[in-house]
């Protein structure tokens, strides 16, 4: 990637309104970026598509009260980037793709190897203890009760698991161990009989 199309691509974010630090650019897309670029080794996907695709890929986070910022950021993304980079129709439709699918809506599985990889980059940042911390503060900005918190990731890591197998990245379940452990612990502690 050229240095003037990162620092597009940052400024792009300098404007975010999303009130949750931990998913800042420099806190989470930098880290999905730098995830997206560990998985390239080897595999047979279109290299760029995958790096701006994960740079762009929660850009639609600047606009709350939009629904769905895997949908707003794919629009967004298209427009800068055949406005301000001046990329061809189909490079920008396959990071569109990319972006679109890379939330963890069921329905949307993501339509490219491209796509997968981009998705599992941003999956592992919310692996480990970092990822848990990351999401949990998020859900708690957003006035999720503890209880909802623990639901919603018990939910994901478990829709996490059996995509990153049908994806091809079974190494990467490993990530997810620490998030099990969490969630049977925080329900061992508080769903105990009194």
């Known amino acids: 990637m050229e240095d003037d199309d990162f620092r597009k691509i940052k ?33 047979e996907v279109d290299e760029e598509v995958v790096e701006y695709a994960a740079l762009l890929h929660d850009v639609g986070r600047q606009f709350p009260g939009e629904k769905g910022h895997a ?3 794919a629009e ?6 055949t406005e301000e980079l001046d990329k061809d129709e189909e490079f920008v439709e396959k990071v569109s793709e990319c972006i679109r699918h890379h939330s963890n809506r069921p329905h ?5 190897r491209e796509a997968e990889l981009v998705w599992a980059a941003d999956k ?5 203890a970092t990822g ?3 999401f949990l503060l998020t859900l708690g900005a957003k006035k999720y009760s503890p209880e909802d918190a623990v639901d919603i990731l018990e939910r994901r890591v478990f829709e996490a698991e059996e995509r990153l197998n049908r994806f ?9 161990e620490i998030l099990k452990d ?5 329900k061992e502690e508080n769903h105990a009989p009194d």
């Open 11 to 43: 400024e792009l974010y300098e404007g975010e309104e999303d009130p949750v630090p931990a998913h800042s650019f420099e806190n989470h897309v930098l880290e999905v970026y730098e995830n997206a670029k560990g998985l390239l080794n080897g595999r």
């Open 182 to 186: 969490f969630v049977k612990q925080y």
């Open 168 to 176: 091809g990245f079974e190494d990467l379940t490993e990530e997810l």
């Open 71 to 73: 949908e707003k950021g």
């Open 108 to 112: 949307l599985d993501p339509p490219t």
């Open 76 to 81: 967004v993304a298209r427009k800068f980037l």
């Open 124 to 128: 592992m940042h919310a692996a480990g």
């Open 132 to 134: 848990l911390c990351r």
